[in-house]
């Protein structure tokens, strides 16, 4: 008896990816396997679904009549598998998450961990990017963004708290500069800042009644990973914004020390967000509400 399903998923993943070798890396295949699983789908069919060059692939008119078609019936598979994956009482499957880097070591990994420990039938495959990923596109269950939220149309959201960024220095260049009392005191010392794509991030802080107060500090030091720049403050290269759960990780060690606590750089929404579905699949679900749960006090909500 012919698997009229046989092929039909990396396929679609296939177009979807705009490459074999892509779609070879997210469905954990090599390319060759991909490959020859397109070859015997197109063998079986009687058509070509796909033009393919060294350097790119089209879709036949036929294969892209194929492809909407094959979306539809996986969709309809998924609301059937979900609908069964609802009633069961223990999460299974892969779950892959994307997770900011900093955030994703410290907060985030041993959340979806202990998950593991829980659930013996449920995989967690975890991807740490500060970079904007597609989930969609990219072929993952579960995010974790904090700031801004897009794609709202496409992916559902679950607040996880807020992230304030505060400001931390190492105890020897407090002893060696002094301690600022307030913001105008900054102008007399150095700051290690945050930069994207080369653009330095604001100064910019925030009293305890929300009033923005303009910052001038030096800063000779600009990097774009936060634990580097968390490093460079606790060997007394200057002060440095912080997210709140850094800081306090390293206050209990004694590396650094909080500097003017009325006062927040700025404050961030941190997010669980998910592809938009009929039915929430269970691994996803007990994922969000592990997050939801353990999240607020790791950031110190």
Not at 21 to 43: D, P, Y
Not at 182 to 200: F, K, P
């Amino acid at each position: 008896m012919t698997d009229n399903l046989d092929g039909v998923a990396t396929f679609v993943q296939v177009v979807e990816a705009g490459s074999f070798a892509l779609a070879a890396e997210r469905m954990n295949l090599t390319r060759s396997a991909v490959g020859k699983a397109i070859s015997r789908l197109e063998a079986r069919l009687g058509v070509r679904l796909l033009h393919r060059s060294t350097r790119s692939q089209t879709l036949t008119a036929e294969g892209q009549a194929y492809y909407e078609g094959c979306v539809r019936a996986l969709a309809e598979l998924d609301v059937a598998e979900a609908a069964l994956d609802h009633g069961r009482a223990e999460p299974a499957g892969r779950l892959r998450v994307s997770v900011p880097e900093a955030f994703g070591h410290f907060c985030v990994a041993p959340i979806l961990l202990d998950l593991v420990r829980q659930y013996p039938k449920l995989q967690i495959d975890l991807s740490f990017t500060d970079r904007f990923t597609d989930l969609i596109e990219e072929g993952f269950d579960l995010a974790v963004r904090i700031g801004e939220l897009r794609d709202s149309s496409t992916l559902a959201a679950r607040r996880l708290g807020t992230q304030h960024v505060v400001i931390g220095a190492s105890p020897a260049y407090l002893e060696r500069y002094g301690t600022p009392t307030c913001i105008e005191q900054l102008e007399n010392h150095v700051g290690i800042a945050l930069s994207r794509a080369g653009a330095v991030a604001p100064w910019n802080a925030k009293d305890a009644d929300g009033s923005a107060q303009p910052v001038r500090i030096r800063s000779r030091i600009s990097m774009d990973d936060i634990q580097a720049i968390a490093a460079a403050a606790i060997d007394g290269y200057g002060l440095a914004w912080l997210p709140c759960w850094l800081l306090t990780r390293y206050a209990k060690s004694g590396a650094l020390v909080p500097v003017l606590d009325n006062y927040r750089v700025r404050s961030q929404e941190v997010y669980a967000i998910w592809p938009k579905a009929r039915h929430l699949r269970a691994k996803t679900r007990v994922a969000i509400d592990a997050l939801k749960e353990k999240v607020p006090g790791m950031i110190g909500e």
